[in-house]
């Protein structure tokens, strides 16, 4: 189960020894979904940061005609989640529902704040993470404009 989390983290030069991987764990919680079921639904707050150890996701948004819009998928060796609500604590916009049958490792605000206290690596995974994640959402947000004028 964590041998897909070590491997993602090694490949953002992310690695740890045997006491910051046991720390690590301690943190994280596991979770099975079911098909269909929400890891997140709009108007709850995002308790938690998820990485996708088997399965698939989406994350949407639902319009005020009903219409839903998916901004992404998350397969497995991904993150997932509204990190806007997860930072901030307040409602989520976003439904994170699965796809098929979900395997994941979850971790709380409260735990990511003693993981970034006790393995200071996990300050430049995650710094890594949210990087590559704000350069994605601008060069989207960017491809929308223009193919819209």
């Known amino acids: 189960m964590w041998g897909l989390l070590t491997q993602n983290l090694a490949k953002r030069k992310v690695l740890l020894n045997a006491e910051e991987l046991e720390t690590l764990q301690s943190l994280f919680t596991y979770r ?3 098909k269909n079921q929400y890891i ?3 108007g709850n707050t995002a308790g938690y940061e998820t990485f996708i150890i088997k399965g698939l996701t989406r994350t949407y948004e639902v319009d005020d005609k009903g219409q839903e819009h998916v901004l992404f998928f998350g397969p497995e060796d991904w993150w997932v989640g509204d990190l806007y609500s997860f930072l901030s604590c307040t409602p989520s916009k976003y439904n994170v529902d699965c796809l098929e049958d979900t395997e994941l490792l979850q971790i709380s605000k409260l735990n990511l704040d003693l993981l970034y206290e006790k393995v200071p690596k996990m300050n430049q995974y995650f710094r890594i993470l949210f990087q590559n994640a704000f ?4 060069q989207r947000v960017g491809a929308s404009l223009s193919k819209s004028s």
Not at 135 to 138: H, K, Q, Y
């Open 32 to 34: 099975k979904f079911r």
């Open 40 to 42: 997140l639904q709009e």
């Open 135 to 138: 350069i994605s959402t601008a």
